[in-house]
């Protein structure tokens, strides 16, 4: 549509005018037929528990839901938090629920703690990310999406009576932007009056001064503004859980027995729980519902489509066209492609050119060392031959003087077969020997 035509229709819009009715016409069931069609939709609702490992997660699930859900306990070994989500269809009267609970594994486990938020942070931007997703889609079915975003993240605080630990703080840090964050304190009943008291005041304190956002309960809707705004000042609820039943005079009350008393779970002088539950599912489940959508979600989605290249137009601009953004994001990531096909041919023939000079001085390794061994080889063998030639002397020299000897030998020997006797033969043979060592031998 041509910028012109957009103006012509924007300057019709005119102020609209009130009129009267002359009779009943009908749509005040508009709001009837909203909560019909929304019953028969049915509802999801997901809560994520954060807290140690044992510190009372499931007990307080199975006690607000009044069920048991059956989840296993979670070991203290593990090598990173892991997300355990798990799905419910729960029906009371004829409302369907489908819950989910998300349960932060093996949360304050590790010895280094520093990425503890990380999978808890991802989580939570994955559900968001799934939902966008399904929104950009052209055939996008919303309605009968099984929405799996987190709408409360109930931190579980454990009742130390001292300050919260730097794992608590760094965590609600990182999901305050994300979540809708309700503070608790866990165990409530193994810390006195007078210590939860402090404690609260507190946690509220460093909270404040550290800048972590908690969920407020809503003050704006006048039916409920009254007790949201008592609740919020009770913040964060101390909560027992238990699903075990006690005898209380003459009724069975959920509670935890101990030698010195029991602690019911649903009297407002022991502990929090049932503001929680009143806060939590009675009174503000939709608001939390509502707050994940138009506050943490639209959040993700601006920060998400900024980084895609859509924005807005400033009022008075063009307006935007989504057409145009797609056509300059394309370019600018055709470009991107473009340096970066171009940086990695660069990198292959520079890689291509190392190697070559790499081998090249290999080579010139080899073939030196090739030529010192050749030349080591040559004087070895020149020296074998000087050896052989002196040897080869050697022998000749000793044939001649054996050749000598033994005709020396056996020209004694003819001399003495020629003596008629022995007196004379030994004078002889004396005179003989000398003569044969006289000889000299060449
Ligand atoms: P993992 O899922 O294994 O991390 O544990 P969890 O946080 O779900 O704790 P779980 O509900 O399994 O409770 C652990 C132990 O704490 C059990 O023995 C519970 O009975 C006990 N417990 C739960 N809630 C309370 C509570 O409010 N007060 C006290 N004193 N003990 C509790
Ligand atoms: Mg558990």
Redesign the pocket.
């Known amino acids: 549509m041509a910028a012109t035509d957009l103006e012509r229709f924007s300057n019709a819009e005119a102020e609209p005018r009130s009129l009267s009715l002359g009779g009943h016409v009908g749509f005040d069931s508009l709001p009837d037929q909203l909560v019909s069609k929304s019953v028969t939709q049915g509802f999801s609702f997901n809560i994520l528990c954060v807290?140690e490992?044992?510190?009372?997660?499931?007990?307080?699930m199975n006690t607000l839901f009044n069920t048991n859900f059956e989840?296993e306990?979670?070991s203290h070994h593990e090598a990173c938090v892991r997300l355990r989500p798990q799905t419910y269809d729960l029906q009371e009267s004829n409302v369907q629920l489908k819950l989910t609970i998300v349960?932060a594994v093996g949360f304050g486990d590790q010895i280094n703690k520093d990425e503890s938020y990380r999978p808890i942070v991802d989580y939570i931007d994955a559900q968001f990310e799934n939902y966008l997703q399904e929104e950009l889609k052209i055939r996008r079915s919303l309605f009968d999406y099984h929405d799996t975003r987190i709408h409360v993240c109930l931190y579980f605080i454990t009742p130390t009576g001292h300050s919260l630990k730097s794992l608590d703080l760094v965590t609600m840090k990182k999901l305050d932007s994300k979540v809708n964050i309700i503070p608790i304190i866990?165990?409530a009943?193994?810390i006195s009056k007078s210590e939860l008291h402090k404690f609260k005041i507190k946690i509220m304190g460093e909270l404040v001064s550290n800048g972590v956002q908690i969920y407020q309960f809503p003050t704006d809707d006048e039916a409920v503004a009254e007790i949201n705004a008592v609740m919020n000042a009770h913040l964060p609820f101390a909560?027992?859980?238990?699903t075990e039943e006690v005898k209380v005079g003459n009724k069975l009350v959920r509670a935890?027995q101990y030698p010195w008393g029991v602690v019911q779970v649903e009297n407002e002088n022991h502990c929090d729980f049932v503001k929680l539950r009143e806060m939590l599912i009675r009174v503000n489940m939709e608001d939390l519902r509502e707050q994940t959508h138009s506050r943490h979600y639209e959040l993700y989605r601006r920060c998400k489509l900024e980084e895609m290249g859509f924005q807005d137009s400033d009022g008075d601009s063009q307006p935007f066209s989504l057409q145009e953004t797609y056509e300059a994001k394309r370019k600018e990531f055709l470009s991107e492609l473009q340096r970066k096909e171009e940086e990695m041919r660069q990198m292959f023939v520079n890689k291509v050119k190392e190697t070559e000079l790499e081998l090249k001085e290999k080579e010139r390794e080899l073939h030196e060392k090739f030529e010192h061994l050749k030349r080591v080889h040559q004087e070895e063998k020149r020296k074998v031959e000087e050896k052989r030639h002196e040897l080869e002397e050697e022998t000749n020299a000793f044939n001649r003087r054996k050749a000598a000897v033994e005709a020396l030998q056996s020209q004694a020997l003819h001399a003495t077969s020629q003596q008629p006797l022995r007196k004379d033969k030994d004078k002889k043979k004396a005179s003989g020997w000398s003569s044969i060592y006289s000889v000299t031998i060449p």
């Open positions: 807290g490992t044992g510190i009372g997660k499931s007990t307080l989840t306990e979670a349960d866990a165990k009943d193994t909560v027992v859980g238990s935890r």
